[in-house]
């Protein structure tokens, strides 16, 4: 009745748990991340990098847990430097700390970047999701951004577990378009606009009337309003600018053209070449994925029957569908699972704060095998003893758990000693390890209380003795028949093995060398890649392409990609980053039951695309997957950067990069080897004579202002437009500002107040510079991505990397990102892993035998697992990655599970007065039973993930290919060697005679 009870219990509290569970792809193994943005309207890369970027880095110091720090600045006057946190960091703390740091930098940033504001958000730039919202009606982009900027990114910016969110287009603002030569001939400059402006575009506080203290007898008291900030361009059109004493009035609308345009012009977005908003959701470190998109599409479906303009709102870059189609895949492989032990494990996750995932999922599967052989082992030896000794159930029950206990709990000891030490790992592969190991040690754990509580009860209770006189019958009894031949057989084998006992040592030298070379020869990684339905183009044309030119060559993809079946939607973003000649595209590929052939798989298409699109219009078109863990790079493959370690300059820099693309383009292990940094492009540059300005009284802070205000486009204050806070801007109108002799007619006022033209005291002249800068760590870098050739492996990749940067000239260096880093860690920490390992293996049977010498007998087992796995991962063409590293632990605990129902009963006969020879042969001829048995049942358990296809498949296939492999090869070679282990190290064999 206990173990009822008890069993109903644990029942009840995994049930409760499991409705608490998230649900997600990966537990946190991305390192989190704080970033820090600002904007400095009109300024060059260098220019920002200079007065921005590098003012914010210089404060970042003494941050708790920082791995890395990466900036970029491009010429749109963008500044986002991303801090990089060792996980576990508390996201919260960190960003405070980032913040404080901060102040120290905000009085040193220029004025235009302070009144902008400078943000510190949680989380990196990788969308967890992009939403796209299109239409089919004549209206314009910036009307349906604008939209989304003032009614839809608040509201979901609100949504728990939103971190950032990003518009691909730009809201409403209220643009001065300035003309020079009206100016000059009213002896005026922008900052005469500006200034008035600032001071007729305001809000003012004008209090109450009868506010107290009052005078006796006030009956009055109301609010007084006055001057407030305006609505509309009619209002801005008549701004005074200046007036006289004989009535004449100078308005705005007098110098300039005054429009509702847009807060910028330089990304645009469409869908299907349709018009078309797009907001890039990202997700808050620590959140959790599932929820956050479940969330943020059911605040979307809300607000849809209320989009104007005919949008309908779709996704164009999601990968939660993926996500659910791969956890789906595996909870087809959980219906064999104990109920008691699934959910007590499920029970332990929800204590610790865990979730459901392909990890602990991964955990669960596996430990479907484990759980089930311990419910053999009991049952089967129960009714061994009920057949062989005439026992009732009951007494064979009670009988066989005095044989079998120890057993029981050795196997269990064992298996999570296996996994124990990677609980204690750090960094990301840590995290991968811990949930993994935790998942199966509470699986084991509740596998043996059942094993020693409950299927002993049931034993006793359902099980009925069969008479002697009335054997099993038909199937069953040719069954029995054939196995106790097979035994008779093995039996005689393994007696015959002994005799043959240097043959079978040099055969187990034979198997350690073939894993040692195996070891050295597989290929490594840090996941397998996965088809998450979706793939990424960067477009990117030659130097001094326009946007003309990049919107050309996106309509002639957008015809190609219409034309592909396996396509179901792709999105266009042109002008990101701040260049018009580069743009990107999301191709959504279709449902994977939909693309259920080889050549319609994610890496096939890429592979298909990237060929067919190469080199149109002139552009370099890069068609890549997504990174297997969302936030680790921007794309699959390897990514590095390479570092100006002496300070040797931009254009060194460069020289060294080009070197590195020329030597990987023989490479026979990287392909599409490129820097994600923008190419350097011309560039014109005002040159001022100081002297001949001040010899014609002209302050150089009036010419500064002149230049920025004028070319660069100035953000002056806000207005209200439909209720939304907006800004201003002024700038030259476009036709002021397309040549370079344009610069010439924009005049400065001097101490006379004369106006003199720009062309009298400077000079342009072209160079080249880049449009974006990179740094990392606080050295200026190159963002380098590349691509594993097809038959190889990331690790050989890696290494190639490293053998091309020995070559580069000295002081340019090179550190890995993203994912590299991490399969770079996890590399570094597998060998102490598996040491670690088979240490607390080891010592746990030490304890439980009392000896140093008999755990040999089943460490030594763990061998034959190994040659298993490593065998059937090389000859499927496998990586050695994390998953790979999980199954080949998992095989190595089920190696040594199999050695102890042998070296156990071997030793209960020894210590019955048999020769440790006899009893090898008795206990691997009792045994062999519930070892097939239980393996085969393992082995089917896992065989639906070494099989696996669709959503998910490359982590199901490394991890089951890995496990199945290692029991085929330690169920068969164990049966052999593990009765020669124990008698060699029980005793010499050459003092034993033939049984």
């Known amino acids: 009745m206990f173990a009822w009870v008890l069993a109903i219990f644990v029942v009840l509290a995994g049930v409760l748990a499991a409705r608490t569970l998230p649900l997600e792809q990966y537990p946190h193994i991305v390192p989190p991340q704080i970033s820090v943005s600002a904007r400095y309207s009109g300024a060059s890369a260098a220019t920002v990098n200079d007065s921005v970027t590098q003012i914010v880095e210089q404060q970042m110091k003494g941050l708790d847990g920082l791995i890395y720090m990466s900036s970029t600045a491009d010429s749109s006057g963008k500044s986002r430097t991303t801090l990089t946190f060792l996980p576990g960091t508390d996201t919260d703390v960190a960003q405070v700390q980032v913040q404080n740091a901060l102040q120290g930098a905000l009085s040193r940033l220029p004025q235009d970047v302070q009144n902008r504001g400078v943000s510190v958000t949680k989380g990196g730039q990788d969308n967890l999701v992009t939403w796209t919202f299109a239409t089919d009606q004549h209206v314009s982009r910036v009307e349906v951004t604008d939209y989304l900027a003032s009614n839809v990114m608040d509201v979901l910016s609100r949504v728990d577990g939103v971190g950032e969110i990003s518009l691909y287009g730009n809201q409403h603002a209220m643009r001065i378009w300035l003309d020079p030569h009206k100016l000059a001939a009213l002896a005026m400059m922008p900052s005469d606009v500006v200034s008035a402006i600032q001071t007729q575009n305001t809000q003012v506080s004008a209090g109450q009337l009868g506010q107290l203290p009052s005078v006796p007898g006030q009956d009055l008291n109301v609010p007084v309003q006055a001057r407030g900030r305006f609505t509309d361009a009619a209002q801005f059109e008549n701004i005074i600018l200046r007036s006289g ?59 849809e029957p209320l989009f104007p303009y005919g949008l309908k709102a779709d996704t164009a870059q999601d990968s939660i569908p993926f996500v659910k189609a791969s956890l789906q895949e595996v909870l087809h492989t959980l219906g064999e699972a104990v109920p008691v032990v699934l959910a007590g494990t499920l029970g332990v996750l929800s204590l610790l704060g865990y979730s459901v995932n392909m990890l602990t999922m991964f955990a669960l599967v596996l430990a479907i095998g484990l759980l089930v052989d311990d419910a053999i082992v009991v049952v089967e030896n129960v009714e061994r003893l009920m057949h062989e000794e005439s026992l009732d159930a009951k007494a064979a029950t009670e009988k066989s758990m005095d044989e079998i206990s120890s057993a029981l709990v050795g196997v269990g000891m064992v298996l999570s000693a296996v996994f124990v030490p990677m609980a204690f790992f750090p960094g990301s592969t840590g995290v991968i390890y811990r949930q993994f190991s935790v998942t199966l040690i509470a699986a084991m754990g ?96 030659p130097v001094g392409a326009t946007d003309k030119s990049v919107q050309k060559t996106v309509a002639d993809l957008t015809q190609y990609f219409a034309k592909q079946p396996e396509i179901d939607s792709f999105l266009a973003i042109t002008g990101n980053g701040g260049s018009q000649g580069n743009a990107a595209m999301f191709l959504k590929l279709k449902p994977w039951d939909e693309r259920r052939r080889p050549d319609q798989s994610a890496a096939a298409l890429e592979t298909r695309y990237g060929k067919e699109t190469g080199g149109r219009s002139g552009a370099r078109i890069v068609v890549s997957q997504p990174p297997v863990v969302r936030g680790l790079g921007s794309g699959n493959g390897i990514s590095f950067v390479i570092k100006d370690m002496n300070g040797a300059g931009y254009d060194k820099l460069v020289a060294a990069k080009d070197q590195f693309i020329e030597a990987a383009a023989d490479s026979p292990y990287l392909r599409k080897v490129r820097a994600k940094n923008q190419d350097p492009r011309p560039q014109l540059v005002v040159d001022i004579d100081n002297d001949l300005a001040a010899s014609m009284q002209i302050a150089p802070a009036a010419v500064n202002q002149l230049l920025n205000q004028a070319l660069g486009g100035s953000y002056v204050n806000d207005f209200v437009d439909k209720g939304r806070v907006k800004r201003v801007y002024v700038q030259a109108d476009a036709p002021y500002r397309m040549q370079p002799q344009d610069i010439g007619l924009w005049q400065v006022r001097n101490g006379a107040g004369e106006m003199i033209p720009l062309s009298a005291f400077s000079s342009v002249r072209w160079e080249t510079a880049p449009p974006q800068l990179i740094r990392f760590n606080g050295s200026l870098a190159m963002d380098m991505q590349a691509g594993v050739q097809p038959g190889q492996s990331s690790g050989s990749a890696m290494k190639e990397v490293q053998n091309l940067m020995a070559k580069l000239p ?186």
Request: net charge neutral; aromatic share 10%.
């Open 245 to 303: 004493t004989d009535g004449m009035v100078v308005r705005l609308k007098d110098v300039a053209r005054v429009e509702l345009g847009a807060d910028g012009y330089d990304v645009n977005s469409m869908l299907n070449g349709k018009v078309a908003g797009a907001l890039g959701i990202v997700m808050a470190d620590g959140a959790n994925a599932l929820d956050v998109a479940t969330a943020v599409e059911a605040k979307i479906r809300e607000m």
């Open 446 to 541: 509740f596998s043996v209380l059942v094993a020693l509580t409950l299927s002993p009860a049931m034993c006793a209770q359902f099980l009925k003795a069969r008479p002697h006189d009335k054997p099993a019958g038909g199937l069953f009894r040719a069954f029995n028949k054939g196995f106790d031949s097979l035994s008779e057989r093995y039996g005689r084998t393994v007696n015959r093995l002994f005799a043959h006992g240097r043959i079978m040592f040099a055969a187990f030298l034979a198997v350690l060398a073939a894993c040692t070379f195996l070891f050295a020869h597989l290929p490594t990684a840090f996941l397998p890649d996965e088809d998450q339905g979706f793939l990424t183009v960067d477009i990117t044309l």
């Open 810 to 995: 000295a002081g340019f260096g090179y550190e890995w990102t993203g994912a590299s880093l991490q399969e770079q860690q996890a590399g570094s920490q597998a060998p102490a892993l598996y040491a670690l390992s088979v240490l607390f293996v080891f010592l746990c049977l030490a304890a439980l035998y009392e000896s140093w010498r008999i755990p040999f007998a089943v460490i030594l087992a763990a061998g034959l697992g190994v040659l298993g796995a490593l065998s059937a991962t090389a000859l499927r063409g496998l990586d050695n990655d994390v998953f790979f590293q999980v199954g080949l632990l998992t095989t190595v605990g089920l190696a040594a599970k199999n050695a102890i129902l042998i070296v156990e009963f071997a030793m209960q006969l020894v210590r019955q007065g048999e020769t440790p020879m006899q009893a090898a042969v008795a206990a691997a001829r009792l045994r062999l039973r519930p070892i097939v048995m239980t393996s085969l049942a393992f082995g089917l358990g896992v065989l639906p993930l070494a099989l696996g296809t669709g959503a998910g498949a490359g982590g199901r296939i490394a991890i089951g290919t890995a496990v199945l492999g290692g029991t085929a090869a330690s169920t068969v070679l164990g049966l052999l060697f593990v009765p020669l282990f124990f008698v060699w190290i029980k005793r010499p064999a050459k003092t034993d005679k033939a049984v």
